[in-house]
Structure formats: structure tokens, C-alpha cells
């Protein structure tokens, strides 16, 4: 979803969400177009009925909202199709950037559009004719549902995407396994879920172990109750510092302390399109992490230390140092900010840009659990649940 704000009478009117076809139209409405003051800005400009229009992009938030749902969709084509699939391709229509969210590599005639909406025929019109203006002579949309009515002109294949769930809900209940060596520092943790909806849901009880209550337990007891809800969880996420009050820190009020996982976290570098292969990662983004894997690797034993890792899930590894016996073991922020600094360029940059200390509320996939987006559990091997999604194809009336 966009976002636009609207200044009349010199008075900034509340922003409201739009959809893409809402923002084109919005664009043609222009009278005259200012230059764009930030990244994020899609355009701004002058119309009949307000002094100036200001459309936003979809931030981070909002892109990762439905990011599991269009991967879990394009892994489905890709695997019944045989394709390589080119995610979130940016291009040009009527001379504004657009997106579309794949295009399979070697078949640039065809666009892939991925809607968890119900498609309107207004909506299923201007998706066709943004497919033409990227010069594809086909187009697929896998949407949540459409419109009855709907009437199709043009060469479009229409799908329903219908999500499994009971394999994720399988896997937490018989074969979810936490490393038990980690358990008594997660458990002083805070927890949250990033669930299906795209809403974040925080831990309800504390975690801590006791003679009736192991870690587990009461982690997959919130798990269960998600599910019970029918809002599953996509992703599963734990604090790398201890925290006083583990269940005010989805307000801001954890309080984190001071002894934090000594931990960090390698991420693929590449910039630009990233490929969906039929198990749903981008080949690219793996190769990139784990060429940075071993450069790390050998840097931390040339400087003495023991480590290990898990893969997160996506595109990249998180990386945990051990002491002397081979346990985890927690550090102060100064100590982490050293090798933080020390590994440049091998691992991402946790240090706060205002005041170069390490970010107390950064977060990690808790090992064990499953990346709903791909099916891949955070693990040390590449482990990985098969679901049992379908694709259901749809005719309309030409």
C-alpha cells in the first residue's frame, strides 16, 4: 500500500492508504510535478483540488507484511513451471516507477502479479494494462479471490492461491526442536510474531523455566494459541539482550540490560533483483552469504575464537561466538561493538547511527523455528518443511 498526503489551505490533511491503480490516477491529476525531497517519495505535485500531493512508497513495515505471501506464490509457479523467477522487477509506466512482483527469467513476455486482495475489475484492468506497458504479452495474477463479475481482456491467467497452514501447525506441535543449549538465555528474552495478517504479536507470558515449565512448552503454548486463532506465525523473533521487563519491550518499556548473545548477523550484499527458485530463496543472495560465511570463518579462528551458526531461514547466517567450553555466552555492548568494528564489512552494523553504541533491541530468529516464507527452519543444516500449497486457476468472461 501507498500513502498519500494531501495540503489544502496550507493545512496537511491525515495521510491515507491507497492502492497502485488509486496512485496512476492520482498522477494523471497532476497540473504541474515538483522535484521529490526524499528516497521514499514516489512524486509530489499540483492538482485542481489541492496544493500540493505528496505519494509515499510502501516502507519496510509494509512491504514485509505480505513479502511471505508473494514468495510462497512465486515459489508455486516457479516449481510448476521449471522458471527462475526475478522478484519485485522495477520498470516505467506512463513515466512513473512502478513494480511488479516477478517475471520469470528467459520469458520477459510474461508479468507475475501477486495480490493478497480480492480483484476488482477496475484493479484486474489496470493490472493489464501495466503488463502492456512493459511490453509482456501475458499476464498472471495469483490474488486472494476476485470479483464475480469480472470480464477479462486480454491474455491473462488468473489464480487463487490457497496457503498451507496444517504443515506449519504439524511441524510446531511433533518435531519442533529448540537448541537446549540455548534455552536458559532465551528464556530471559523478549519474544515476538511477525503472523500472516502482517500484524506483530507479542509474547503473552514470560518464558522463564521452572520444574512444570520447560522453554519450549510455553513458547509453542503461545504458538498453539496463534493458531488457534488462525493468525499464524510467518516468523519468530527473540531480543539479543536480556531484558528486565521481557514482555513491556513490545511498548518500548523491556528495559534491555547489558549482557547481550554475543552474536551477529551475516547478510547477502548483492543489490538489485533477487531470484525465487521452486524452494523459494534467491541462489544469488545464498551464494553471497555464505562466500561471506567462510571469509568470517577464517577470521574468527585466525583471532582465536569458536563459533557456530545458524542459517536464518532466508538469505543469510547467524553467527554465535562460544567460550572456551563451547557454550553461548553473553556481552556487554562495548565488547560487541569492538568486533562489530573489527569484522567490518563481514557483518551487518548494529551500532545506533545517532549514537554509535550497539542497538540493544535488535532481534534474532529463534533457532528451531520456521521462516513461514520459505519453509526453511533456522537451523545449522539446511533443513526445510514441504507445503502443501495449491493454485487454483480461474476463467472469467472475455
Known sequence: MFRVVKIRDKVAQPSIPVYEHQVFALYKELIEEYPTKAPYELFRGKTKKAELVIVYKPNRK???RNSWYENRALMLLAKQNKWIIRKNVWT?????????????????????????????????????????????????????????????????ECYIFEEDHATLQQYYTTECEIPEEMTPFLSRRHHRFLLTNGHWFPQRRRYTITAKWTYKQRLLRDITHLFRRKIPPVKIYYSLSRMINPLGEFQGKGYPTDLIMT???????HIGEHLVNEKGICPLCVKDSKEKLKRLEKRLSNLGYRFTYFFSGSKGYHVYLLNTDGNFYESPPSFL???????????????????????????????????????????????????NDFLHPTSFKK
Not at 502492456?132 to 486480454?154: D, F, H, M
Not at 552474536?263 to 550484499?269: E, G, H, I, K, L
Open 62 to 64: 509494509q512491504r514485509s
Open 92 to 156: 516505467y509506466k506512463d513515466g512513473l516507477p512502478t513494480e511488479i512482483d516477478g517475471q520469470p527469467i528467459n520469458h520477459e513476455e510474461v508479468v507475475i502479479e501477486v495480490k493478497r486482495q480480492i480483484i476488482s475489475q477496475r484493479s484486474l484492468d489496470f493490472l493489464w494494462e501495466k503488463a502492456k506497458a512493459t511490453g509482456a504479452e501475458k499476464l498472471i495474477i495469483v490474488a486472494s479471490g476476485y470479483k464475480k463479475t469480472l470480464k477479462c481482456r486480454g491474455n491473462i
Open 263 to 269: 552474536a551477529f548477523d551475516v547478510d547477502a550484499a
Open 337 to 387: 561493538k569492538e568486533m562489530t568494528l573489527e569484522l567490518e564489512g563481514l557483518v551487518d552494523n548494529f551500532l545506533s547511527k545517532k549514537t554509535k553504541l550497539f542497538d540493544k533491541h535488535r532481534i534474532f530468529k529463534v533457532p528451531g523455528t520456521v521462516d513461514a516464507s520459505t519453509g526453511v527452519i533456522v537451523s545449522r543444516n539446511f533443513k526445510k518443511i514441504k507445503f
